[in-house]
């Protein structure tokens, strides 16, 4: 087969469908990966076609609204818009007619385009479960639970006015006046039930991360986190090895790939570490976001593979990002989650409720805090305990990419039958 896969979002959101596609490549698939330029060298020798060029990317990470949780929706329907006719175009010239598929993430729409354009078979792979909605166990998609607090009847009416009010008006508009420039109708409120209607759904968190809800959508197939962050592409730097070796484990902080607007986060984190005594990374490739002069025993490091580091730390500060939180869960390490936006609130929810580490929000992020929020993860043996516990949830978890991998040939192998 020719598998066509698409992963748009930031590096974490990309990594799984390098991992998918190299699973995928080693049975024998011809298989083309689409994504952002910044990220081809992530790779790890597969096909790679650019479908957002590094420049404009660029532009994306620095603009401010990204991380507001208001005005960042806006933001990336701005670009889902832009690239949209690109990403379809590319992929249609790779499709051989009656041997091909199309693997896409949540918002790599472009791949639905190639179902309902061409009857190219698609599975959509979710990474997070904050995209099912449910009156049972709402997502929480803000600081505030407003959902969970309200009958099913008002929850299913709040969810018709965002549609209708904000993303349909956002997303809709532009994919569906696309969508008659093929010749194809309209589709009426995309992050319903229709972002889940592909010819396979597959969500990538295992069950304990997030319970299975009665009205999540028939046929979801949950395989565990993917966990695969290219460590034999790009392995521990030998200068942070040495200083991982040089004293006690520090603590590392990290506010996700898809920004380069936190210059208050890090400077705060920064503080932190000078205010506790303890030692730190901060993890970033963009270094105009750290303060001029860092405390002693702070490093900065542009960026290493989570499995190998994350073991080595004394806790481990982010943004709540699904694949960050997976590597900190297989880890074993406490966590303090700052969101900002989309689905961190979600996961750093998933993250209390597990009992692994406590949430910190932007406006609370001041270094006395972050000290004592530190103090009190690091000191407490029960949650010690149960991170450990977790973590071996998620080593017995281990086979996420080969159940994905076998899923996407099932469905291959049933078109292949008709």
């Not at 208001?70 to 790779?94: S, V």
């Not at 956002?170 to 994919?175: E, T």
């Not at 000191?379 to 305990?385: C, V």
């Not at 949830?393 to 996420?400: Q, T």
Request: glycine share 8%; proline share 9%.
């Amino acid at each position: 087969m020719k598998i066509l896969i698409a992963a748009a979002g930031s590096l974490g959101d990309t990594l799984p469908f390098v991992a998918l596609g190299r699973a995928l490549q080693h049975r024998g698939h011809d298989v083309q990966l689409f994504g952002s330029e910044s990220y081809a060298g992530h790779a790890a020798g597969l096909p790679f076609t650019p479908v957002l060029s590094a420049a404009d990317s660029d532009a994306l990470l620095r603009d401010p609204r990204v991380t507001d949780p208001r005005r960042g929706m806006a933001l990336i329907a701005e670009i889902f818009a832009a690239t949209l006719p690109e990403a379809f175009e590319a992929m249609r010239a790779a499709v051989i007619p009656g041997q091909t598929l199309a693997v896409g993430s949540t918002l790599a729409f472009s791949t639905r385009l190639l179902k309902d354009a061409l009857g190219v078979p698609t599975a959509t792979v979710h990474l997070a479960p904050s995209v099912f909605r449910s009156v049972h166990a709402p997502p929480q998609l803000g600081p505030r639970d407003v959902l969970g607090s309200l009958p099913a009847s008002l929850q299913r009416a709040a969810w018709w006015l965002v549609d209708r009010l904000v993303l349909d008006r956002l997303f809709a508009r532009p994919f569906n006046a696309y969508r008659r420039q093929l010749g194809l109708a309209p589709v009426d409120r995309l992050f319903g039930a229709w972002l889940h209607q592909a010819d396979l759904t597959l969500g990538m968190f295992p069950h304990w991360f997030a319970p299975p809800l009665p009205d999540w959508p028939a046929g979801l197939v949950c395989t565990g986190f993917p966990l695969y962050d290219g460590c034999d592409v790009y392995p521990l730097p030998p200068a942070l090895a040495a200083f991982l070796d040089a004293g006690e484990p520090p603590v590392g902080f990290t506010s996700g790939t898809a920004n380069a607007t936190s210059h208050d986060f890090f400077a705060a984190s920064a503080a932190a570490c000078a205010l506790g005594g303890r030692r730190g990374l901060l993890i970033t490739k963009i270094g105009a976001q750290l303060p001029a002069r860092l405390p002693p025993g702070v490093l900065h490091v542009p960026y290493a593979p989570f499995s190998q580091l994350l073991p080595r730390l004394a806790a481990f500060v982010h943004h709540g990002g699904i694949g960050t939180t997976s590597q900190a869960l297989r880890a074993g390490v406490p966590q303090l989650v700052r969101p900002m936006a989309y689905d961190q609130f979600d996961n750093a929810h998933q993250v209390q409720r597990l009992g692994v580490g406590n949430r910190l929000l932007t406006g609370d992020y001041e270094p006395a805090a972050v000290a004592r929020a530190l103090d009190r993860l690091t000191a407490d043996p029960a949650l010690q305990a149960r991170c450990a516990e977790v973590a071996v949830w998620c080593r017995e978890d281990g086979r996420a990419v080969s159940a994905a991998r076998d899923a996407v040939l099932a469905l291959s192998l049933r078109i292949s039958c008709c």
